[in-house]
């Protein structure tokens, strides 16, 4: 069987194609730059070169030093050690750029760089602040029993007051002059009932000022027969309220 040539290079090319594997993207690399640590070493760079314009401390010094092992890189393409930590990645680069490495649970309680003494002075300057909430301060001076013992003293000092019903109306207290006022059936200076012509001004000043308050008088008005009476002259015009009294706040209050 003879084959011509376009069949030769046809299965020259098949067979190529079958022995060459498909190339493996690299995990390694990111979207739009290359690799990982070499994104961060031109990161840092960059802030390098700005803080230096501004003339401030790198900014990569207030970050948290990326671990070593969270970094990633190609056998083709490593970035040396000590470029990682002169760009603030890396195990080394705590101590290149500056940062205090100590644990996190204390910087976030306390203030940064503050000493023992320090943290004493500002508490007793300041002896309202607590510190219940600060781990490392509570665990160093309370242990559970103590916890336990200051439940029990608090239990034992808690006051429980218990609800009593509201005291009775006494039966002896008087006309409800609150009650009057809403249901009487005329205004402060309306004449409505009836009075002697023997009422003058003279008694009615001078019985008024036995009374302490407006609100006594009318009180002992109506328990004297009032308003239909006034035999202490107290009410010469005959609107029913006594030396003065005024209903009106009574009224307005219940809405009339």
């Known amino acids: 069987?003879?084959?011509?040539?376009?069949?030769?290079?046809?299965?020259?090319?098949?067979?190529?194609?079958?022995?060459?594997?498909?190339?493996?993207?690299?995990?390694?690399?990111?979207?739009?730059?290359?690799?990982?640590?070499?994104?961060?070493?031109?990161?840092a760079r960059r802030e390098a070169q700005l803080t230096s314009q501004q003339g401030g401390a790198p900014l990569s010094a207030t970050r948290q030093p990326v671990a070593a092992a969270s970094v990633p890189a190609t056998a083709n393409q490593a970035i040396p050690s000590s470029d990682l930590a002169a760009a603030g990645i890396g195990a080394n680069a705590a101590s290149t750029a500056g940062v205090s490495t100590a644990p996190l649970n204390a910087l976030a309680s306390d203030p940064v760089?503050?000493?023992?003494?320090?943290?004493?002075?500002?508490?007793?300057?300041?002896?309202?602040?607590?510190?219940?909430?600060?781990?490392?301060?509570?665990?160093?001076?309370?242990?559970?029993?103590s916890d336990a013992e200051r439940r029990a003293e608090q239990a034992q000092a808690l006051i429980v007051v218990e609800p009593v019903p509201l005291p009775e109306a006494r039966a002896d207290s008087g006309p409800n002059i609150v009650s009057y006022a809403i249901n009487?059936?005329?205004?402060?200076?309306?004449?409505?009932?009836?009075?002697?012509?023997?009422?003058?001004?003279?008694?009615?000043?001078?019985?008024?000022?036995?009374?302490?308050?407006?609100?006594?008088?009318?009180?002992?008005?109506?328990t004297r027969g009032g308003p239909e009476r006034d035999p202490r002259g107290i009410d010469p015009d005959g609107d029913g309220f006594a030396c003065g009294w005024d209903p009106a706040p009574f009224r307005a209050a219940a809405g009339n």
């Open 1 to 43: 069987m003879k084959i011509g040539t376009f069949g030769l290079v046809a299965a020259f090319a098949l067979s190529a194609c079958a022995m060459t594997p498909p190339a493996v993207p690299d995990s390694g690399r990111g979207v739009g730059f290359g690799d990982y640590a070499e994104f961060e070493l031109d990161r």
């Open 113 to 145: 760089g503050e000493t023992d003494e320090e943290r004493e002075r500002r508490l007793a300057n300041n002896p309202q602040i607590s510190d219940e909430n600060n781990f490392a301060a509570v665990s160093s001076r309370e242990t559970i029993e």
């Open 184 to 222: 009487a059936p005329n205004q402060k200076g309306q004449e409505w009932y009836a009075r002697s012509i023997l009422s003058g001004e003279s008694r009615f000043s001078s019985n008024c000022a036995t009374y302490g308050s407006p609100d006594a008088a009318q009180r002992d008005f109506l």
